[in-house]
Structures are given as structure tokens and as C-alpha cells.
């Protein structure tokens, strides 16, 4: 089966076209075409929703275009359109959903309004052909989560932050430190070169046996230590950095670790953990999240960083997984700001006939 994907949640605008085997439930992309908009938000220092509703407006459509062509298949070969109907910027949402529903009005092809956030729990069965259930690492500008990924529509979180996600920490440290946006990659750019023990910062939420994530408590210690300093040499910025990514990865660490007890403790061993999201894009993360993985006898699982961050194609493989399940969606889907992933759909129950073998059976 072939789907449509377009994702249009935050400062990406992105079509995508993939392909699920019926069978072995294989995925192909056929084509993946991402714009990124982080130039047009780059002066404000973070994505501004109106200049990212209206870029989105202005792109989608030649987007569409070109992964159909890219793909080589025309409309009428596609099985389903799937867009991205939240949780995210809602202007942007509203771009996306919208212009999904009138290719399915037109085309006559089921709509499938995917949740973005289980489009990245997802994406490791494109890449990988994960086998349920598998422990989900998300963090991204937007999400921090642990989650327990137990079947398509099926998903229990674990843990999520408190307060800032761990890629807007980076962000935040990054435009504190004046590196630019978006953060994550300068300040890893940075760490390299600086010495992490120099600053003695928290590790929040460290020992609670949950799985929760707070980090606004380290950026604050980080803004005092920058104060306290003032003004920064380019080797207090590295050393800044350093110990910032280093109590990031202790805080992961300690974090991951309750998480994938609880995960053991509650469904049994993972077939995996898996990592998604733009902060799976750093070194020093990946190489704690290995040491989890092997600690608690199960393998890592990231796809590749195009795949980790905000894309067309996860949101295409979201949708055909869940049509093949059957899962699709009216002309009435409304696009959501916030949606949890407890409150996606999932299959029926397959019924039990608990008269089976009786007279009426
Ligand atoms: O998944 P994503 O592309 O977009 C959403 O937020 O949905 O993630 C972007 C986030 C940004 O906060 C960015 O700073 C962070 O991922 N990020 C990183 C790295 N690359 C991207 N954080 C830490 N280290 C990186 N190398
Ligand atoms: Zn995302």
C-alpha cells in the first residue's frame, strides 16, 4: 500500500511518499522532501507560529508536487493521505490537515489524521521492522517522553518533563551563550572542546523512582554560573557547554534507567529501545543511550538523523500502518494543539467468542 505523508507541525514543511508491503509490513520510501524554515525564524531566536503557518502555506503544494514526482506515481496510485493533525503549532497544523482532506475529497482516498508523536514512536518499524513491544526515547524542541510502544494506537507513557523539553534546553543554553538557533548541534559543536567539571551543575529529578524529566532547574544553575562569570571568554562558553551536555547525559541516564525498570516491571523485556526526535542527533546522547541498552540486555535502535528529525516520511509510514489496520479518518478530523498519545486511536479489540463451541456458537 502507498501513502501520501505531509507533516506540517512545527518549522518543517514536509511530503512524503512510502510504501508498506502487506504482507511483511516492510516499509520503502519512495520519496522524502523536507524544507526546513529555520532561516526564516533564525533573527527570533525560535520558531514564531504566524511566519511558520504562512511559510507552510506558501511551500506545501510544490512540496506535494514533487514528492509525488520524485516517488513516480500519480494520485491515483496512492492508497491513503496521511497529514500530521497535531499536537503542534495549530496554524500550521491547520495548513497540513487541510490540504490532506481536499486531496482525499477529490482523489476519493482515505484520510488518515496521524498524531505526530506516533509517527516518531513509529518510524523505527520503517526503518528497522521493530517487532512491538519496543521502550520509545523521544526528545525533541518539543517533547521529552518515555513511552511504552505496545502496538499501533497502543501507547502507555512512561515519563515526560515537567517543564522544558531537552532540545529547548539546548536551545535555551545556546541563545544564552549567544551561539544561535537552533541550539542542539552548537552546543554539542562547543562541548567538544570544553571541560565539563569545571562547573558543578545539577542533575535533576536524579534517584525519584519514576521517570520524569525536569530541566528548567539546570538551566537556571547554568544562566547563575554565566552571570557569575561574565563576560564569557570562548573557553567559557566551551566549558559551559560541556558541563551543560554532560548533566544532560547523566540526567538521561538516570532518567532512562527507572524507565526502562518500569517498562520490564509492567510489559516485559523490550525488543528494543528506541531513540527519536533532533536531540537523538548528539554523540554524547547516542553513547549513553548504547550503555542503557546494553545494560538492560536489549539493542538500540535509532534511524538515521533525517528520520529522527521532523519529516514527511513518518508521518506516510504512521498512516499506513494504520490503514492497514483499518484506522482511517472522516473529512471531519479537527487539528489538535494538544493531543497525548494516550488519547490515539487503536484497533477494536479482536472479539472473543466466549460461546464457541457451544450451541449458539
Ligand atoms: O525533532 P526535531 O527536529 O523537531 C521538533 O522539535 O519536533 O528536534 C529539534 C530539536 C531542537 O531543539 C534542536 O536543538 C535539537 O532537537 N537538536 C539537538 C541536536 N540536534 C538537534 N540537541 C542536542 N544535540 C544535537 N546534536
Ligand atoms: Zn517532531
Redesign the pocket.
Known amino acids: 500500500m502507498i501513502v501520501l505523508g505531509i507533516e506540517t507541525t512545527?518549522d518543517e514543511t514536509a511530503a512524503a511518499v512510502v510504501e508498506r508491503q502487506d504482507g511483511s509490513g516492510r516499509g520503502k520510501i519512495l520519496s522524502n522532501i523536507v524544507r526546513s524554515q529555520i532561516a526564516d525564524h533564525a533573527a527570533f531566536g525560535g520558531v514564531v507560529p504566524e511566519i511558520a503557518a504562512r511559510a507552510h502555506v506558501e511551500v506545501l503544494d510544490l512540496l506535494i508536487a514533487r514528492a509525488m514526482r520524485e516517488a513516480e506515481r500519480g494520485f491515483h496510485q496512492i492508497d491513503g493521505v496521511a497529514a500530521a493533525a497535531g499536537p503542534g503549532l495549530i496554524g500550521g497544523v491547520i495548513v497540513g490537515l487541510t490540504t490532506a482532506k481536499a486531496i482525499a475529497l477529490v482523489r476519493e482516498k482515505p484520510l488518515i489524521a496521524v498524531n505526530h508523536l506516533e509517527a516518531h514512536a513509529l518510524t523505527a518499524r520503517l526503518t528497522d521492522t521493530v517487532a512491538f513491544p519496543y521502550c520509545l526515547f523521544l526528545a525533541?524542541?518539543?517533547h521529552t517522553q518515555i513511552v511504552a510502544v505496545r502496538g499501533v494506537g497502543d501507547y502507555v507513557r512512561l515519563g515526560t518533563t515537567l517543564d522544558d523539553a531537552i532540545?529547548?534546553a539546548?536551545?535555551k543554553t545556546a541563545k544564552l551563550l549567544g551561539l544561535g538557533y537552533?541550539?542542539?548541534?552548537r552546543?554539542?559543536k562547543e562541548a567538544q572542546f570544553g571541560d565539563a567539571g569545571r562547573f558543578n551543575l545539577p542533575r535533576p529529578m536524579a534517584g525519584r523512582i519514576d521517570c520524569d524529566f525536569s530541566l528548567s532547574g539546570l538551566k537556571t544553575a547554568l544562566r547563575l554560573e554565566a552571570e557569575r562569570i561574565a563576560p564569557l571568554t570562548d573557553e567559557d562558553v566551551a566549558d559551559l557547554c560541556a558541563a551543560f551536555q554532560q548533566a544532560v547525559v547523566d540526567v538521561v541516564a538516570d532518567r532512562l534507567r527507572c524507565g526502562l525498570r518500569m517498562f520490564r516491571d509492567t510489559f516485559g523485556p523490550p525488543t528494543a529501545l528506541v531513540a527519536a526526535?533532533?536531540?537523538a542527533?548528539?554523540q554524547a546522547i547516542r553513547k549513553i543511550l548504547h550503555r542503557l541498552a546494553f545494560e538492560s540486555g536489549t539493542v538500540l535502535v535509532v534511524p538515521p538523523p533525517e528520520l529522527?528529525?521532523?519529516n514527511g516520511a513518518m508521518i506516510a509510514w504512521a498512516g499506513a500502518e494504520r490503514l492497514a489496520l483499518g484506522l482511517t479518518d472522516t473529512l471531519d478530523a479537527s487539528p489538535r494543539a494538544r493531543w497525548p498519545l494516550g488519547e490515539v486511536s487503536k484497533p477494536a479489540e479482536p472479539k472473543h467468542d466466549t460461546k464457541r463451541g457451544t450451541k449458539s456458537g
Do not use: M
Open positions: 512545527c525533541s524542541g518539543g532540545g529547548e539546548f536551545d537552533p541550539g542542539g548541534p552546543v554539542e526526535g533532533g536531540v542527533a548528539n529522527c528529525t521532523d
